[in-house]
């Protein structure tokens, strides 16, 4: 039987012909080979570069139509305090106390008419429905607001602060805190888009007017209250979500992470502060501007505006992409 384990001599020099000839063209047409090879370099670096370039021409479209709402909201809250006389239309936020006590800018002129304050009891409230005076539906949403917010005080000066309480037994390994601290983000994501939709359903501003076939009592007072304290459950289960971060154990290699974590976590919990004080300075202003009104008064627009610090939120993303990448032998 023939032995096929090794090629004849016929093979070897057939293959060393062809290796000759392949040799030989890649001598002949090396330039071209270098070409194409450079052009295809240069048609992937343009097709990199653009990307990046649209890239970065959308992220700074975002980032300027997020300075021009920021711009609008403080031109609409100026435009506010000037309507209602608050002396942080002329002196800034730091000089309107002194110069409140100065110049009394509270006292209320003289009228027949009575007029919404802001309730501190469960029995104010129940005026506030039964007597109806001019501006109760702002009030008694307000006045829930701030009710509800009351009892937290403490616990949202800790998440202000980024208060951290002991640390519980045992500490969590890289991949258990990445895990754990995306999904709070995500959670509070989630949230805050629930809260969007929830405030901007048709029935959110509706509790505020008569149906057509309501009588001329106008709002539904049920309706307002329930939307408020559904805008505080939201709130609450913001902080509880804070109070979670604050309360992970892991070790101290991992602090800047959880820090930023705490801080993030917090933004909306400080945009629930300035709309609560804002909605509360506007109540209080009412009886020294509805007395001089003789129609429908403009004060701007008042939302809860939650604006989320994307470039801290980047910095979260990268420091646990770092700690849960393969090391490297």
Not at 137 to 165: C, V
Not at 244 to 263: F, H, Q, T, V
Not at 285 to 296: D, E, K, T
Request: proline share 5%.
């Amino acid at each position: 039987m023939a032995d096929h384990s090794s090629p004849g001599d016929g093979s070897v020099l057939v293959a060393i012909f062809a290796l000759l000839i392949i040799a030989g063209l890649v001598v002949r047409y090396i330039w071209w080979v270098v070409g194409a090879a450079a052009l295809a370099g240069v048609v992937y670096l343009c097709v990199v570069l653009t990307r990046k370039a649209e890239e970065r021409r959308l992220r700074d479209e975002k980032l300027a139509a997020e300075r021009e709402f920021e711009r609008a909201r403080l031109a609409e809250r100026q435009h506010r305090w000037t309507m209602i006389g608050d002396s942080r239309a002329v002196y800034g936020e730091k000089g309107s106390a002194p110069t409140a006590d100065i110049t009394g800018t509270d006292s209320a002129p003289d009228t027949d008419e009575p007029i919404a304050t802001l309730a501190a009891t469960k029995a104010e409230l129940d005026a506030l429905i039964r007597d109806r005076p001019q501006g109760w539906e702002q009030a008694l949403f307000a006045s829930i607001l701030m009710q509800r917010a009351a009892p937290l005080a403490s616990r949202l000066r800790d998440s202000e602060l980024g208060y951290t309480e002991a640390g519980a037994s045992g500490l969590m390994s890289a991949g258990e805190l990445a895990s754990t601290v995306v999904h709070m983000l995500d959670e509070m994501m989630r949230t805050i888009q629930q809260l969007d939709r929830f405030m901007m359903a048709p029935a959110f501003m509706a509790a505020f007017t008569a149906p057509d076939d309501v009588d001329e009592d106008g709002a539904d007072p049920e309706a307002i209250a329930h939307i408020a304290h559904r805008v505080m459950d939201y709130h609450e289960r913001l902080l509880e979500l804070s109070e979670r971060c604050r309360g992970i154990s892991a070790p101290a290699y991992y602090d800047d992470i959880l820090a930023d974590c705490a801080r993030m976590l917090d933004a909306p919990l400080r945009s629930y502060r300035e709309f609560i004080d804002e909605f509360a300075a506007v109540i209080r202003a009412l009886p020294r501007v509805l007395p001089h009104a003789s129609g429908p008064v403009d004060l701007g627009s008042l939302g809860l505006y939650i604006s989320i610090d994307n470039t801290l939120h980047s910095r979260i993303l990268r420091r646990l992409d770092e700690i849960t990448a393969p090391r490297r032998a």
